[in-house]
Protein backbone atom coordinates (compact mmCIF):
# COMPACT_ATOMS: atom_id res chain seq x y z
CA UNK A 1 0.00 0.00 0.00
CA UNK A 2 1.56 3.89 -0.43
CA UNK A 3 1.42 6.47 1.21
CA UNK A 4 -1.23 8.14 0.16
CA UNK A 5 -3.71 4.96 -0.34
CA UNK A 6 -2.34 4.23 3.56
CA UNK A 7 -3.46 8.00 4.94
CA UNK A 8 -7.03 7.39 2.53
CA UNK A 9 -7.80 4.07 4.66
CA UNK A 10 -6.32 5.82 7.98
CA UNK A 11 -9.50 8.70 7.31
CA UNK A 12 -12.20 5.84 6.37
CA UNK A 13 -11.27 3.93 9.62
CA UNK A 14 -11.29 6.81 11.63
CA UNK A 15 -14.72 7.50 9.94
CA UNK A 16 -15.99 4.06 10.44
CA UNK A 17 -14.81 3.96 14.01
CA UNK A 18 -17.48 6.25 15.06
CA UNK A 19 -19.98 3.84 13.96
CA UNK A 20 -18.81 0.99 16.09
CA UNK A 21 -16.10 -0.56 13.42
CA UNK A 22 -13.35 -1.27 15.49
CA UNK A 23 -10.58 1.08 15.06
CA UNK A 24 -7.45 -1.80 14.55
CA UNK A 25 -5.20 0.48 13.10
CA UNK A 26 -1.57 -0.21 14.68
CA UNK A 27 -0.02 3.34 15.15
CA UNK A 28 3.17 1.94 16.20
CA UNK A 29 3.94 -0.33 12.90
CA UNK A 30 2.57 2.15 10.67
CA UNK A 31 4.99 4.78 12.05
CA UNK A 32 7.68 2.02 11.62
CA UNK A 33 6.54 1.99 7.71
CA UNK A 34 5.69 5.69 7.21
CA UNK A 35 8.09 7.74 9.22
CA UNK A 36 6.53 10.86 8.46
CA UNK A 37 3.32 10.04 10.25
CA UNK A 38 5.15 11.19 13.11
CA UNK A 39 5.64 14.43 11.82
CA UNK A 40 3.59 17.69 12.46
CA UNK A 41 1.73 18.70 9.57
CA UNK A 42 -1.26 20.20 9.01
CA UNK A 43 -4.05 18.60 6.21
CA UNK A 44 -7.35 19.16 5.32
CA UNK A 45 -9.84 16.16 4.50
CA UNK A 46 -12.86 16.50 2.08
CA UNK A 47 -15.51 14.05 1.49
CA UNK A 48 -17.32 14.31 -1.35
CA UNK A 49 -20.87 11.97 -2.14
CA UNK A 50 -19.96 11.72 -6.21
CA UNK A 51 -17.19 13.21 -8.17
CA UNK A 52 -18.60 17.20 -7.19
CA UNK A 53 -20.51 17.62 -4.56
CA UNK A 54 -18.92 18.82 -1.37
CA UNK A 55 -19.82 16.63 1.89
CA UNK A 56 -17.57 17.54 4.17
CA UNK A 57 -14.23 19.43 4.55
CA UNK A 58 -12.45 20.57 7.84
CA UNK A 59 -8.48 21.09 8.13
CA UNK A 60 -5.93 23.07 9.63
CA UNK A 61 -3.48 25.79 8.42
CA UNK A 62 -0.49 25.51 10.79
CA UNK A 63 0.74 21.97 12.04
CA UNK A 64 -0.07 21.04 15.71
CA UNK A 65 0.21 17.93 15.93
CA UNK A 66 1.27 14.45 13.81
CA UNK A 67 0.12 13.97 10.60
CA UNK A 68 -1.27 11.12 11.65
CA UNK A 69 -3.20 12.42 14.37
CA UNK A 70 -4.14 15.31 12.24
CA UNK A 71 -5.86 12.88 9.25
CA UNK A 72 -8.07 11.32 12.17
CA UNK A 73 -8.89 14.54 13.97
CA UNK A 74 -9.56 16.05 10.43
CA UNK A 75 -11.63 13.09 8.97
CA UNK A 76 -13.81 12.79 12.42
CA UNK A 77 -14.66 16.75 12.14
CA UNK A 78 -15.15 16.45 8.26
CA UNK A 79 -17.85 13.89 8.64
CA UNK A 80 -19.46 14.85 11.71
CA UNK A 81 -18.94 18.70 12.94
CA UNK A 82 -18.55 20.56 9.21
CA UNK A 83 -21.36 23.17 10.17
CA UNK A 84 -22.32 23.55 6.46
CA UNK A 85 -23.95 19.81 6.61
CA UNK A 86 -25.73 17.67 9.14
CA UNK A 87 -23.32 15.18 11.00
CA UNK A 88 -23.07 11.80 8.36
CA UNK A 89 -25.13 9.10 9.46
CA UNK A 90 -24.94 5.40 8.80
CA UNK A 91 -27.48 5.60 6.57
CA UNK A 92 -25.84 7.85 3.85
CA UNK A 93 -22.85 6.33 4.34
CA UNK A 94 -22.08 6.52 0.45
CA UNK A 95 -19.10 8.43 0.87
CA UNK A 96 -17.86 7.88 -3.03
CA UNK A 97 -15.00 10.43 -2.78
CA UNK A 98 -12.59 10.71 0.61
CA UNK A 99 -9.75 13.21 -0.37
CA UNK A 100 -6.95 14.86 1.77
CA UNK A 101 -4.64 17.60 1.08
CA UNK A 102 -1.01 17.90 3.06
CA UNK A 103 -0.08 21.73 3.41
CA UNK A 104 3.72 22.19 2.79
CA UNK A 105 5.49 23.78 5.80
CA UNK A 106 7.76 27.13 5.57
CA UNK A 107 8.52 28.64 9.31
CA UNK A 108 6.49 31.89 8.83
CA UNK A 109 3.84 30.62 6.12
CA UNK A 110 0.80 30.05 8.71
CA UNK A 111 0.76 34.02 9.31
CA UNK A 112 0.15 34.45 5.28
CA UNK A 113 -1.78 31.60 4.90
CA UNK A 114 -4.77 32.48 7.83
CA UNK A 115 -4.55 36.16 6.36
CA UNK A 116 -5.47 34.32 2.46
CA UNK A 117 -8.16 32.35 3.95
CA UNK A 118 -9.51 35.17 6.65
CA UNK A 119 -9.49 38.03 3.52
CA UNK A 120 -11.83 35.03 1.15
CA UNK A 121 -14.33 33.96 3.84
CA UNK A 122 -14.70 37.71 4.46
CA UNK A 123 -15.34 38.44 0.76
CA UNK A 124 -17.82 35.21 0.58
CA UNK A 125 -19.62 36.33 3.29
CA UNK A 126 -20.11 40.30 1.60
CA UNK A 127 -20.55 39.36 -1.74
Known amino acids: MTFQQRLLSLAR ?3 EEEFGT ?11 QFPELAEKRATFVT ?14 IIPQRPLFDD ?10 HDPRFAPLQMANTDVAA ?3 HC ?11 QVIFATRYIQGLTE
Open 13 to 15: ASI
Open 22 to 32: PFTVDRDTLFR
Open 47 to 60: LKTDAISLRGCIGT
Open 71 to 80: IIANAKEAAF
Open 98 to 100: LRF
Open 103 to 113: LPYRRNSGIKI
